[in-house]
C-alpha cells in the first residue's frame, strides 16, 4: 500500500519517461529509516514498462567487502564485458573476481562502469537502481556515483535511495528528500492494520511517528494509546517508542526463532544456503525461521533470508548479547570455510574478525590476506578497513606494519582524512629505520595536502634530517616532496637548499631517488634563472622519464614538463605530458589526470592551441572535483584563459575561489598567479589604470623577488606594456631594465623587445617591431606574435601608415580570431576600421560551444570516432552522438570532414 508521495511518484514517472525517450538523469531519494524509500524504489520498478532493470542493494554485512554491490548490479549485463576496451574490460573482471587481479588506479573501474551501462543501454531504455546506497561498499558506490555524473544520452534512469543526503550533491542530481505522512494519511494506514482505531488516533500516531510510515504500522501492531508518552522521534533513537515495538515483536518469538533471527543480523542478507548451513551447525534449522516469516519479520527466497526492514535486523542484533553476536559470527565464519573463491574467503575473515574480541594471529593473518585481495583489485577503501582491523588483532611488529599498509590504502582510496590516524599510531610502534623513515615521509606528505603547507614544511624537513644517515634515499625524496610546499608559501630561498639537498643524495644513492631529486633540482635551478643548468638535468632525465611507468612516476614526468615550459622547451613537455595522458584515459586512471591536463592546457596555451587548452582546463577542474584532488593551479590555468577570452565573470569567480581557498591555507604564491590573470584581464578589457593596480600589486610580492625566470608567470612584460599606454615610459623603462624583466629565453627576449619598440622614437620604430617579429618567440608563440603586430599596426595606424598598418592589424586579427580571444579581436578591429577598412566578423570560430562540446569536436574532428571518443573522455558513446550534435546545430558543420578541417586548421 502506498499512500500519498504524489509529486515523488511524479518525479520518478518524469525520469523514467525521459530514459525511454533517450536521455540520462538520476535521482536521489534521502530520508530517515522507515520514511518509505523502498517502497518508492518498489515502485519505480514496477513501472518500469519496456526498460531493462538493474538492481542492487547495500547490506551492512557485506560493506567491507570490495565491489560486492556493483558486482550484483551488473550481474545481468556481463555478456557487454567484450564491448568494452581491453584495459577497462580487464579493470572491470579484476574488481568482480571474473578474472586475474590487475593493479591499476581505482577509478580504472569507474571508467568502465560507465562503459558497460552505456552497452546495456543500447537495446532498451535502462532503470539501474540502488537501494540503501549508505551501506553499498565504498567501491561499488564510487563507480555508480561516477557513473551517474557522465551519463547523459544514454537513455538510463538511475535512481538512488540513501539516509545520506550528501550523496545528492555528490552525485550532482535531482535530490527528494522524504518527510513523513500527512495525518489524514496516517489515519488511512492505522485503519489498515488497526480494525477500529480509537478517535485521534491518527492525531496521537502522528505526533509520535512524525508520520514516518513504518513507525506507525508499528506501533499500530503493539497498539497503546500513546497519549500519556511524549515519545515521537523520526530517526529512531535506541529505546525510542518504534525500537521499543519492534523489540516487543522479535521477543514473542520461541527462543530458537530468536537465535535463528541473531544469525540472520549478523549475515545481513546473506545467500540462504550459507545461512542454513551456518544454522545447522548451531542445532537450527529452516523450521526455526519459519515463525518469523509468517510474523513478517523476515522474507526468504531461493537467494536470500533477509528483513522486512533494516531496523529489525539492527534490533535483532543489537538486542542480543555480545556472546550470542560472536556465537553468530563463528558458526557464519565456518560456513563461509567450505565455499571457493575470493569472495567467500573474504567474508569469512570479517565473521572472524567480529567474533574476535582479542588479539588473535590467525585471524590477522586472514583479515590480512582479504586486505591483500582487495589492493589487487583496486578496492582500496575495503583493502585499508581490513588492513587497519587486523592490526587491532596482532600482536608485535606485525601491528604497526598493517597499520602502514592501512594508511597507504587510505592514500591510494582519496583519503588522507584517514591517513593520519595511522601513522601517528604507528610510528612509536616502529623499530625498523627503513619503516620509521616511510612513515615520517607518508606523514609529512598528508599534512603538506591536508593542512597548511607551511606547518607541514617544518615537519618534513625535520623528518628527512632525521632520516639522512640511515635511509639517505628516503631522506633524497623528502627533500624532494619539499619543493611542494616552499614554493607554495612562496618560500624560495629554502627551496634552493632543499633541492640542492636532495640532488647530492639522490646522486650518491641512484636509483629513483637520482631521478626524482634532479627533476625538483632542475626545477630549483629554473626558477633561480640557470636555464643551462636546468636544461642540462632536464636532457640527462628525459630518456628515463620516457621509459619509467608513466602511471608510477606521473608526479615527476608533469614536473618535469612544467619546467621545460617554463624553458620553453615544449616539444619535450608535450612528449612527458602525453605520456601520462595517453596511459591514463585507456586504463582509466582518472587519478592522476587532474594535474597532467592542467599542465597539457599551460602548454596548449604558450603554444597557442588555446581551444586544446580550454578544453584540457574544463576537464582538470571537472576530474579534480570528482576525485577530490587540489587543483588551484587548474583554477588558474583556466581562469587565464577566460581571462584572453572574453569570459570576465567566469575569470572573477574563479579568482576569488583560488584567493579563498590560498588565504585560508596560507598559500602565498598562489597571489602571483590570480594578481596577474585579473591583470591580463584588465588589460584585456582595455582599463590600463585596473591593470597596472593589479599587476604592481604583484611586483611587490616577495616571491616575485626569489623567481629569477619571467617565464613562470609571465607578468612583467604586461606591465611594461601598461606603463607605456598610460604614458609612464620612465617606469616602463625602468621595469624593463630591471631584474625583474632579466631572462634570456626565447620568450622574455620577444616580449623585452615589443616594449622597447613601443617605447622607440617614430623614426625607429619600424625597425624596434620588425626585430621584435622575427624574435624565435614570435614563431613558436602566436599569441605573443599577434599582440606584436597589434602593437606596431596601432603605431603604423597613428604615424599615418594605414596601409602598412592594415597589413599587420589584418594578420593580428586572424589569429585572434582562431585563439578564440575575443577582447583582443575586438581591438584589432577597431583599429581596422580606423584605418578605413570595413570588417566582417570572422566565420572562422566555433561559437558557443561549451568545454564538453569543444572537447568532443576536437576529438572527433582529429579522427577518433564515436566508439574511442567515448573511451577517450569516459563518456558514452550516446553521450558523444548528443554533443555533436549540438556541435553541428551551432557551427552550421554538416558533416565529420568539416569539423576535421577546422580542427587541423587549428580553429575547433
Not at 628 to 637: E, I, K, P, T, V
Not at 671 to 686: D, F, V
Not at 761 to 776: G, V
Request: aromatic share 4%; glycine share 8%.
Amino acid at each position: 500500500m502506498m499512500l500519498g508521495r504524489t509529486a515523488e511518484r511524479a518525479f520518478i514517472d518524469a525520469l523514467l519517461t525521459g530514459a525511454r525517450a533517450g536521455r540520462s538523469d538520476a535521482l536521489v531519494l534521502t530520508g530517515e529509516p522507515g520514511i518509505g524509500k523502498t517502497t518508492l524504489v518498489g515502485y519505480a520498478i514496477e513501472r518500469a514498462e519496456g526498460m531493462r532493470v538493474l538492481h542492487a542493494r547495500g547490506f551492512e554485512a557485506e560493506s567491507e567487502i570490495p565491489f560486492a554491490g556493483l558486482a550484483d548490479l551488473l550481474r545481468p549485463v556481463l555478456s557487454e564485458l567484450d564491448t568494452l576496451p581491453g584495459p577497462q574490460a580487464a579493470a572491470l573482471r579484476s574488481a568482480l573476481a571474473l578474472g586475474p587481479p590487475v593493479a591499476g588506479d581505482r577509478f580504472s573501474v569507474c571508467a568502465a562502469t560507465v562503459g558497460i551501462l552505456a552497452a546495456a543501454a543500447e537495446s532498451a531504455p535502462l532503470l539501474v537502481v540502488v537501494d540503501d546506497l549508505q551501506w553499498l561498499d565504498a567501491s561499488s558506490r564510487e563507480a555508480v556515483l561516477f557513473a551517474g555524473r557522465r551519463l547523459q544520452a544514454d537513455g538510463i534512469a538511475l535512481l538512488l535511495a540513501t539516509r545520506n543526503p550528501a550523496d545528492a550533491a555528490e552525485l550532482r542530481s535531482g535530490h527528494l528528500a522524504l518527510s513523513g505522512l500527512t495525518v489524514d494519511e496516517v489515519e488511512t494506514l492505522a485503519r489498515a492494520t488497526i480494525p477500529a482505531p480509537p478517535a485521534g488516533a491518527a492525531a496521537r500516531l502522528h505526533a509520535a511517528t512524525a508520520g514516518n510510515p513504518l513507525g506507525v504500522i508499528e506501533l499500530c501492531r503493539e497498539w497503546t494509546d500513546p497519549v500519556d508518552d511524549p515519545i515521537g522521534a523520526p530517526m529512531v533513537p535506541n529505546g525510542s517508542r518504534i525500537e521499543r515495538a519492534l523489540a516487543s515483536r522479535l521477543a514473542q518469538m520461541p527462543e530458537p526463532t530468536r537465535r535463528a533471527l541473531v544469525l540472520a543480523a549478523a549475515a545481513g542478507g546473506g545467500d540462504v544456503g550459507t545461512l542454513l548451513a551456518a544454522a545447522r551447525a548451531s542445532g537450527l534449522g529452516l523450521r526455526d525461521f519459519a515463525p518469523a516469516e509468517k510474523a513478517d519479520l523476515i522474507s526468504i527466497d531461493e537467494r536470500r533470508i533477509d528483513f522486512r526492514h533494516p531496523l529489525l535486523r539492527s534490533v535483532a542484533y543489537h538486542g542480543a548479547a555480545m556472546d550470542e553476536r560472536c556465537a553468530a559470527h563463528t558458526a557464519l565464519a565456518a560456513a563461509f570455510a567450505g565455499i571457493p573463491g575470493d569472495a567467500a574467503a573474504d567474508a569469512r575473515a570479517w565473521h572472524l574478525a567480529a567474533a574476535t574480541l582479542e588479539p588473535d594471529d590467525e585471524v590477522a593473518a586472514e583479515l590480512e590476506q582479504a586486505a591483500q585481495r582487495a589492493d589487487r583489485r583496486a578496492g582500496y577503501v575495503a583493502a585499508a578497513r581490513a588492513f587497519a582491523h587486523a592490526a587491532r588483532l596482532s600482536r608485535g611488529p606485525d601491528r604497526p606494519r598493517r597499520l602502514l599498509r592501512a594508511a597507504r590504502c587510505w592514500q591510494l582510496a582519496g583519503r588522507n582524512d584517514q591517513v593520519m590516524p595511522l601513522l601517528e599510531e604507528a610510528l612509536p610502534l616502529t623499530t625498523e629505520p627503513g619503516r620509521r623513515a616511510l612513515i615520517q615521509h607518508m606523514s609529512a606528505y598528508v599534512r603538506m595536502w591536508r593542512g597548511r603547507p607551511d606547518e607541514a614544511l617544518e615537519y618534513l624537513t625535520a623528518s628527512a634530517e632525521a632520516v639522512e644517515h640511515d635511509d639517505p634515499g628516503r631522506a633524497a625524496l623528502m627533500y624532494a616532496d619539499a619543493v611542494i610546499p616552499y614554493f607554495m608559501v612562496g618560500r624560495l630561498d629554502e627551496l634552493q637548499a632543499a633541492v640542492g639537498r636532495a640532488h647530492r643524495l639522490g646522486v650518491r644513492v641512484g636509483g629513483t631517488a637520482r631521478l626524482v631529486a634532479a627533476v625538483a633540482y632542475a626545477g630549483g635551478r629554473a626558477l633561480a634563472g640557470d636555464r643551462a643548468r636546468a636544461v642540462r638535468l632536464l636532457e640527462d632525465c628525459h630518456p628515463e622519464l620516457l621509459r619509467a611507468d608513466p602511471l608510477v612516476r606521473a608526479q615527476e614526468i608533469c614536473h618535469a614538463a612544467l619546467t621545460w615550459i617554463w624553458l620553453e622547451g615544449f616539444d619535450r613537455a608535450g612528449e612527458l605530458v602525453n605520456r601520462v595522458i595517453d596511459a591514463a584515459r585507456p586504463t582509466g586512471a582518472v587519478g592522476v589526470l587532474p594535474q597532467a591536463l592542467g599542465i597539457q592546457s599551460e602548454l596548449n596555451y604558450r603554444a597557442g592551441r588555446w581551444h586544446d587548452a580550454r578544453v584540457s582546463a574544463a576537464e582538470s577542474l571537472r576530474l579534480a572535483s570528482e576525485t577530490r584532488s587540489a587543483n588551484l593551479y587548474g583554477l588558474f590555468f583556466a581562469g587565464r584563459l577566460d581571462a584572453v577570452q572574453g569570459r570576465a565573470d567566469d575569470c572573477r569567480r574563479r579568482a576569488a575561489r583560488t584567493d579563498e581557498v590560498a588565504q585560508r591555507l596560507g598559500i602565498d604564491c598562489m597571489a602571483l598567479y590570480t594578481g596577474h590573470e585579473l591583470g591580463l584581464l584588465a588589460l584585456s578589457e582595455g582599463n590600463a589604470a585596473e591593470a597596472i593596480e593589479r599587476l604592481e600589486a604583484v611586483r611587490a610580492l616577495p616571491v616575485v623577488r626569489q623567481i629569477h625566470e619571467p617565464g613562470v608567470v609571465q607578468w612583467v612584460f604586461d606591465l611594461a606594456e601598461e606603463y607605456v599606454r598610460a604614458g609612464r615610459t620612465g617606469e616602463a623603462r625602468d621595469l624593463l631594465d630591471g631584474p625583474e624583466a632579466a631572462g634570456d629565453g626565447s620568450w622574455a627576449r620577444a616580449a623585452a623587445l615589443r616594449c622597447r619598440a613601443l617605447l622607440a622614437e617614430p623614426d625607429d620604430m619600424r625597425a624596434a617591431f620588425e626585430a621584435a617579429l622575427a624574435a624565435e618567440a614570435c614563431a613558436l608563440m602566436p599569441f605573443e606574435r599577434a599582440r606584436t603586430q597589434l602593437c606596431f599596426g596601432e603605431r603604423l595606424r597613428r604615424a599615418r601608415q594605414r596601409a602598412q598598418a592594415r597589413e599587420q592589424l589584418e594578420e593580428a586579427l586572424g589569429v585572434f580570431d582562431r585563439l578564440g580571444a575575443r577582447p583582443w579581436s575586438d581591438r584589432a578591429r577597431t583599429e581596422l576600421r580606423a584605418t578605413g577598412t570595413t570588417v566582417a566578423r570572422s566565420a572562422a570560430t566555433l561559437p558557443g560551444l561549451t568545454p564538453q562540446e569543444l572537447q568532443v569536436a576536437l576529438v572527433v574532428g582529429r579522427g577518433a570516432t564515436n566508439h574511442e571518443a567515448a573511451t577517450t573522455l569516459f563518456l558514452s558513446q550516446k553521450t558523444i552522438e548528443y554533443h555533436l550534435s549540438n556541435i553541428y546545430r551551432k557551427t552550421n558543420i554538416r558533416s565529420r570532414t568539416e569539423l576535421a578541417g577546422l580542427a587541423a586548421a587549428g580553429v575547433a
